[in-house]
């Protein structure tokens, strides 16, 4: 039996973020990648996503209270 890390109920969605749309994002925050903070590559919630190092990654978390908020984080290796 394996179980399957991005169907889990409290694993949030990952998705990878276009190349315009981090520009986008640096600029909207006037930050640099350096200024995220870091997930691994072998984080196995981004390992279905085709990401190499450099890329930035947007986790999307939902509440009751806040409903969905984004969390961006830089991939890195190990």
Same mark, same amino acid.
């Given at each position: 039996?394996? !179980?399957? =890390?991005? /169907? %889990? /109920?409290?694993?949030?969605? %990952? $998705?990878? =973020? $276009? &190349?315009? &749309?981090?520009?986008?994002?640096?600029?909207? #925050?006037?930050?640099?990648?350096? #200024? !995220?903070?870091?997930?691994?590559?072998? &984080?196995?919630?981004?390992? $279905? !996503?085709?990401?190499?190092?450099? &890329? =930035?990654?947007?986790?999307?978390? +939902?509440?009751?209270?806040?409903? +969905?908020?984004?969390?961006?984080? !830089?991939?890195?290796?190990?």
């Amino acid at each position: 039996m394996t !179980l399957n =890390v991005l /169907q %889990h /109920q409290f694993v949030p969605k %990952h $998705s990878k =973020v $276009s &190349d315009s &749309d981090k520009e986008k994002l640096f600029a909207t #925050h006037t930050i640099e990648s350096k #200024h !995220l903070p870091k997930i691994l590559i072998t &984080d196995p919630a981004i390992s $279905s !996503l085709g990401i190499k190092a450099g &890329d =930035v990654i947007k986790i999307e978390r +939902t509440s009751r209270t806040a409903g +969905t908020t984004e969390y961006y984080r !830089l991939v890195v290796e190990g």
